[in-house]
C-alpha cells in the first residue's frame, strides 16, 4: 500500500521538478511561477466546465493510447495515430454527409462506427504491409500520416467541401454544417462533455478485455511476446499482426470521428496540417499509453493528466501573455523528466522492499 | 511532359532532390548508427530544430557560416549527452523519451525564436563550391558538384559510417551491443559507454542535419522542420540499417519530391490535383519497399535497455 | 556503484536542461507589453493561428489592432493553430470580461457558433470569413485579396522580360486563391504570356517553398511572388537569384530589401473601427465587413528601395484608382 503511494510520488517529484524548470523560464519571461502553476491549475480544473474540458481534450489521448496498446503487445509501433484519426474523422464525416436524415440513435453509432472503419482501414495496410510484405510499420506509418493529410487537403477543399464556399468564393477548406443528428449529446448541459468521453472509456475497457480475457487477445499478446513461439504454437502470426494494427486504427479512427462530432464543432475544416486538426493526438496517445505502463486501463488516468496538461498550458497562455511555445517545451520536459524517474521509482520500491518493510513481492509489475 | 526532358530542366531537378536529400541523409546515417548500438530515437525532429534555430542564430549575430554550422554540431552533441544519459544510463523507455525530446525541442526552439529573434530576417546562406574539373562535366557537374560543402560532407559520410561500422573495432561494438548486449557485455565490450558513445554520434549528425537545413534556406521560422525528423527515422526501415540503403531511401525521397515541384511548375500537374500529387513521395517510398523488400532483421536489441544479470 | 550510477546522471540531465533554459532566457530582456488597469480602455483580445510576428496572416491583425485610433488594453494567444486550444482561449478571454475578441482564423468559426450566444455582451470579431453564421454578437472580415493580387500582377507584367511568371502558394483554399486568381488576371491583362503556379501543399513547409521557386526559375520566371508564412523560403531564392518579388498580407521588405517590389498589406484597423464605432452605438454584431482598395483597408506598399521603371508606378496607382472606382474589373 504504501509502497504503490511512493511509487505514485516518484514521478509527481519528476513532475514537480519539471515544473521548477518552467518557473525558471517564466521568470525569465517576466511572469510569476506561482501565477503560472496557478494558471495551470485553475485551468485544467478551475471550475465544472474546465474539468470537462480536460475530460473532452484527454478523450482522443484515451482512444489512440489504448490502440497504442493493443499494437505495441503485439510488437507493432503505430505512429500513425494522426493519420487514423484523420481517416476514422473523414470516413464519419462522409456518412454524415450521405445520411444527414437518419435519426440521432442511428446515426450517432453510426458515426462512430464508420469512424472506426476509416482508421481500421488506414491501420489494417501497415499491418498487411509489415506481415505480408516485411514492411517496417515505423517506416509505413510515418508516411501514411502524410498522405493522409494530403488527402484531407483534397477531399475538404474539393468533393467535400461545404458547396456555399464555392458559391460565394470565399473556398475555406471545411465541409458545410454536419447534420445535428450526428451530434453526440451533452451530457452536463452548460460543460463540452459529451458522450464521447464514456465511449473511449469504454473503448478502453474494451481494449483490456479483449487483450487479457479473451482468446483473441491471447493470441495476439502471444505473437508479440514471441513471434515463433507463436508460430510454434499454432497461431496465424501475420493475420494476428494485421488484426492489431486494425485494432489499433480503429480506435484512432473513433477519435477522429469524436473530434468532429464533439469537440470540434460538427463540421470538419483543415489547416493544411495534421496537428491543425489533430492536436497531435497521435503522438500525445503514444505518450499517455507508455506512462499508463501500456495497460489500457492506466492509459486512462494517464491520458487525462496529459489531458490536464493541455488544458492548463492554454490557460497559462492567455493569463501570463508567454508565448504558447513555453507550454510545448515544458510538456516536453515533464515527459522527459517523469520518464526519467521510472527507474527511479523502481530503485525505490526495491529499496523499500530490502529494507524489509514490505514483505510482499511486487506483482504490480504483472502486465509487463 | 517533353518539356521535363530537357537538360536544364532534369539538371535542375537532380539539383532540387541532392538539396532536399541532404538534411534527411544526415540525420538518418546519425540515426542509423544509433539504432545499430540497439537504441531508437524518435526525438530526431526536436534536437534538428534546436540545431537549426542556434545555428540560423550564430549567422545572425556573428554572420559567420562555418561557425553556424559548428554550433550546430555542439547543439546536437548536447542533446546527445541529454538523451544518452536518459537512455541508456537511466534506462527510459526510449519510444517516449524520444517524443519527450521532440516536444521540448520543438517548443524551446520556437520559443528562442520569439524571444532573441522575432521576426523573420535572411542571414547568408551556404555557398555553393565547384568540384575542380567535376563541376566542369556537362550537365552532370552543374546537378552534382557544385553543392555546397555540407551537401558533400553528407555524402562523404555515407562510406565513413559504412566504413565505420563495418571494418572498426567501434563500429563491431556497435553492432554486438545492438545484436546481443549480453554477449558483447561478457566479451568485455562496455554495453552503456558504447551506446552513449554512438548516441552522441547520432545527435551530432542530427545536428549537422539541422544546420544543413537552415543554412541551405537562409531563413528560420518556428517548426522549420516540420516532421522532417520523423522521415528521417523512417528512412533508416527504408534502408534497412545499412548507409547505403538509408542514401537510397534520401535520394529517392528528394527526387520524388523535387520531381512533383517541377512537374508543378510546368503544369504537367494540374493545379487542382496538387493535393494527389503531393502524396507521392511518401506513396512511392511505400511501394519502393514492398518492391525491393528483404527479410531484414532489425538491430535484436533495438530499443531494449540493458541491464546486465 | 550502481547507486552511483543512478543517481548522478539524473543531475546530469537537470544541469544539461538548466543550460538549454539558461540559454533561452539570457536573452535581452524586453519587459512584456501589457498596460494593465488603465482606467476606460478597451479591452481586445485576439486569438490567432500563427505566431503574431509572422510577417504575414497574424502579424497583420496585431499591427492592425496598434494602430486603432482608441485606447486599446490588448491581450494575445498567438499559435494556437489547435481549433480546441483556440476555442478554450476564446471562451476564456470572453470570461475574463473582454469587450471584443478577435479569432483571427477562419478554422475558429465552429467554435464561435457555440461560444458566441453564451456572451451577448461581448463583441466576438471573426475572419476571414464573409458572413456571420446568423450571430448578433460577431462581425465577420474578409479582404479582397484579388484586388491587390491584380495591382501586383499588372506590375509583375511590366517588369517581367520572359513574360513568364510564377507564383509559390500553400493549399488551393481561402485567401491564397483570391490572392493569386487576382494576380494571376493582373499579370495576364498586363501582357504577361504565363502565370505559372505551384500549390506545395503546406503552409509551414519552407524547404518546398524554396525548392518550388528554384523549379519555377529554371522554367524561364524571372519574377515571382507567393502567399502563406513559409514563402519566407522562396523569398530567399529570388533575392539570391536577383529576381523581383511580391508580397501579400504583410510588408515583406525586410525579407529582401533590394528586391521586394510592392507587399499588398491588410490594414483590418479600417474595419475594427467601424465594427466598434457600431459596437458605441449599441449593434454588438451582425455584420460583414470587407478590406479593399476603396476603403484602405489593403493597401499597396511600395519599397522605395526597388527602382521601377518609368511609368508602372504610375500605371499602378491609375489601376489602384480605378479598382476602386469600380472601372477596372479584377476577375473575380
Known amino acids: 500500500m504504501l509502497k504503490g503511494v511512493i511509487g505514485a510520488l516518484v514521478p509527481l517529484l519528476a513532475a514537480v521538478l519539471a515544473f521548477a524548470f518552467g518557473a525558471t523560464m517564466l521568470v525569465a519571461l517576466g511572469a510569476s511561477p506561482l501565477a503560472g502553476l496557478d494558471a495551470m491549475l485553475d485551468g485544467a480544473f478551475g471550475s465544472g466546465s474546465r474539468i470537462a474540458a480536460t475530460a473532452v481534450k484527454a478523450t482522443p489521448l484515451i482512444l489512440v493510447g489504448a490502440g497504442i496498446t493493443i499494437a505495441f503487445r503485439t510488437s507493432v509501433i503505430n505512429i500513425g495515430g494522426e493519420g487514423q484519426i484523420i481517416a476514422g474523422a473523414l470516413m464519419s464525416t462522409v456518412v454524415a454527409l450521405s445520411f444527414p436524415d437518419l435519426p440521432a440513435v442511428i446515426l450517432v453509432p453510426l458515426v462512430l462506427l464508420s469512424g472506426a472503419v476509416g482508421g481500421g482501414i488506414l491501420g489494417a495496410i501497415p499491418g498487411a504491409l509489415k506481415a505480408y510484405a516485411s514492411v517496417n510499420e515505423i517506416l509505413s506509418t510515418i508516411m501514411l500520416n502524410l498522405v493522409m493529410v494530403q488527402f484531407m487537403n483534397f477531399l475538404l477543399r474539393g468533393p467535400i467541401m461545404d458547396p456555399f464556399e464555392l458559391e460565394a468564393g470565399t473556398r475555406i477548406p471545411q465541409t458545410q454544417r454536419l447534420s445535428d443528428n450526428a451530434a453526440l449529446p451533452t451530457m452536463i448541459e452548460g460543460t463540452r462533455l459529451h458522450v464521447g468521453v464514456p465511449v473511449a472509456i469504454a473503448a478502453a475497457v474494451a481494449a483490456y478485455l479483449i487483450l487479457w480475457r479473451t482468446p483473441t487477445g491471447f493470441r495476439l499478446r502471444a505473437v508479440g511476446h514471441s513471434p515463433e513461439a507463436a508460430r510454434a504454437a499454432g497461431i496465424n502470426v501475420k493475420r494476428n499482426i494485421t488484426l492489431a494494427m486494425t485494432l489499433s486504427g480503429s480506435l484512432g479512427g473513433i477519435a477522429g470521428a469524436i473530434l468532429v462530432f464533439g469537440s470540434e464543432g460538427q463540421r470538419m475544416v483543415t489547416d493544411g496540417s495534421a496537428a491543425g486538426f489533430t492536436g497531435s493526438a497521435g503522438f500525445n496517445g503514444i505518450v499517455a499509453a507508455l506512462f499508463g505502463g501500456l495497460h489500457p486501463l492506466w492509459t486512462i488516468p494517464s491520458a487525462m493528466l496529459f489531458g490536464a496538461l493541455l488544458t492548463g498550458a492554454t490557460q497559462l497562455q492567455r493569463v501570463l501573455q508567454v508565448p504558447a511555445a513555453l507550454a510545448v517545451a515544458l510538456n516536453g520536459i515533464i515527459v522527459i523528466f517523469v520518464i526519467s524517474s521510472t527507474p527511479v521509482r523502481g530503485w525505490l520500491q526495491r529499496s523499500l522492499a530490502d529494507s524489509g518493510l514490505f514483505n510482499r513481492s511486487s506483482d504490480s509489475a504483472g502486465a509487463d | 511532359m517533353g518539356e521535363f526532358f530537357t537538360l536544364s530542366v532534369l539538371v535542375a531537378t537532380a539539383a532540387s532532390a541532392i538539396r532536399l536529400a541532404t538534411p534527411y541523409l544526415l540525420a538518418s546515417l546519425g540515426e542509423t548508427v544509433g539504432q545499430r548500438s540497439g537504441v531508437l530515437n524518435l526525438g530526431v525532429d526536436g534536437v534538428m530544430l534546436l540545431s537549426a534555430f542556434f545555428s540560423y542564430w550564430t549567422v545572425l549575430e556573428t554572420g559567420n557560416l562555418w561557425l553556424a554550422v559548428f554550433v550546430g554540431l555542439a547543439v546536437g552533441l548536447v542533446m546527445g549527452l541529454l538523451y544518452g544519459v536518459i537512455t541508456v544510463f537511466l534506462k527510459a523507455t526510449q519510444g517516449i523519451s524520444g517524443i519527450g525530446i521532440f516536444i521540448f525541442g520543438l517548443g524551446l526552439s520556437d520559443l528562442l525564436f520569439r524571444r532573441l529573434v522575432g521576426t523573420p530576417k535572411p542571414v547568408r546562406r551556404l555557398p555553393n563550391v565547384d568540384i575542380p574539373i567535376l563541376s566542369d562535366i556537362p550537365h552532370l557537374g552543374a546537378a552534382l558538384f557544385q553543392r555546397n560543402l555540407l551537401t558533400y560532407l553528407a555524402f562523404v559520410l555515407v562510406p565513413v559510417t559504412a566504413l565505420l561500422l563495418t571494418r572498426t573495432t567501434f563500429g563491431l561494438n556497435i553492432r554486438s551491443v545492438g545484436e546481443n548486449p549480453q554477449a558483447a557485455d561478457s566479451l568485455g565490450v562496455s554495453v552503456e559507454r558504447t551506446r552513449f558513445v554512438a548516441i552522441l554520434i547520432g545527435n551530432s549528425m542530427a545536428g549537422l542535419a539541422g544546420a544543413a537545413l537552415v543554412l541551405q534556406l537562409g531563413i528560420f521560422q518556428p517548426n522549420l522542420t516540420q516532421g522532417l525528423g520523423f522521415i528521417a527515422v523512417a528512412l533508416v526501415y527504408f534502408g534497412a540499417w545499412r548507409p547505403i540503403g538509408v542514401m537510397g531511401g534520401a535520394l529517392l525521397y528528394g527526387l520524388v519530391n523535387a520531381t512533383v515541384l517541377h512537374w508543378k511548375a510546368l503544369g504537367i500537374i494540374p493545379v487542382s490535383d496538387s493535393d494527389l500529387a503531393n502524396m507521392a513521395p511518401a506513396v512511392l517510398t511505400i511501394l519502393a519497399l514492398i518492391i525491393v523488400a528483404r527479410r531484414v532483421h532489425a538491430p535484436s536489441a533495438l530499443t531494449k535497455p540493458f541491464t546486465r544479470h | ?332
Not at chain 3, 509572422?54 to 489592432?65: G, I, K, N, P, Y
Not at chain 3, 457600431?278 to 484602405?296: H, I, K, M, T, Y
Open chain 3, 1 to 332: 556503484m550502481k547507486k552511483q550510477w543512478r543517481l548522478n546522471p539524473s543531475i546530469l540531465v537537470m544541469l544539461g536542461a538548466l543550460a538549454l533554459v539558461g540559454a533561452a532566457c539570457g536573452g535581452d530582456d524586453e519587459a512584456p507589453a501589457s498596460g494593465s488597469g488603465e482606467g476606460g480602455a478597451l479591452r481586445v483580445a485576439i486569438v490567432a493561428p500563427s505566431a503574431s510576428d509572422d510577417l504575414a496572416f497574424t502579424q497583420s491583425m496585431v499591427d492592425s489592432v496598434n494602430a486603432l485610433e482608441r485606447d486599446v488594453e490588448l491581450s494575445i494567444t498567438d499559435g494556437t493553430f489547435i481549433v480546441e486550444d483556440a476555442a478554450a482561449a476564446i471562451r476564456g478571454y470572453a470570461e475574463d470580461g473582454n469587450d471584443v475578441v478577435i479569432a483571427h482564423g477562419t478554422q475558429f468559426g465552429a467554435s464561435l457558433m457555440e461560444i458566441a450566444p453564451d456572451f451577448p455582451d461581448v463583441t466576438f470579431v471573426w475572419g476571414t470569413a464573409s458572413d456571420t453564421q446568423g450571430l448578433a454578437n460577431v462581425f465577420a472580415y474578409a479582404p479582397a485579396a484579388d484586388q491587390g493580387g491584380y495591382v501586383n500582377g499588372s506590375i509583375a507584367a511590366a517588369l517581367t522580360k520572359t513574360g513568364v511568371i510564377g507564383v509559390v502558394g500553400p493549399i488551393e483554399a481561402g485567401d491564397a486563391v483570391a490572392y493569386i486568381n487576382g494576380f494571376k488576371a493582373g499579370a495576364l491583362a498586363g501582357g504577361a504570356s504565363e502565370v505559372n503556379v505551384t500549390y506545395t501543399g503546406s503552409f509551414g513547409d519552407v524547404a518546398l517553398a524554396a525548392e518550388a521557386a528554384e523549379a519555377h526559375l529554371i522554367n524561364d520566371v524571372d519574377v515571382l511572388t507567393g502567399t502563406a508564412q513559409m514563402v519566407v523560403g522562396a523569398v530567399g531564392v529570388a533575392a539570391d537569384a536577383g529576381v523581383p518579388w511580391f508580397g501579400t498580407q504583410a510588408n515583406q521588405t525586410s525579407l529582401a530589401p533590394s528586391l521586394v517590389v510592392a507587399s499588398q498589406v491588410y490594414h483590418w484597423e479600417v474595419v475594427l473601427e467601424e465594427m466598434l464605432a457600431l459596437r458605441d452605438s449599441g449593434v454588438l454584431g451582425g455584420q460583414a465587413f470587407e478590406v479593399n482598395l476603396a476603403n484602405g483597408g489593403l493597401v499597396i506598399e511600395f519599397n522605395d528601395a526597388f527602382e521601377l521603371p518609368a511609368g508602372v508606378r504610375d500605371a499602378a496607382e491609375a489601376l489602384i484608382e480605378g479598382i476602386t472606382n469600380g472601372t477596372v474589373d479584377t476577375g473575380s
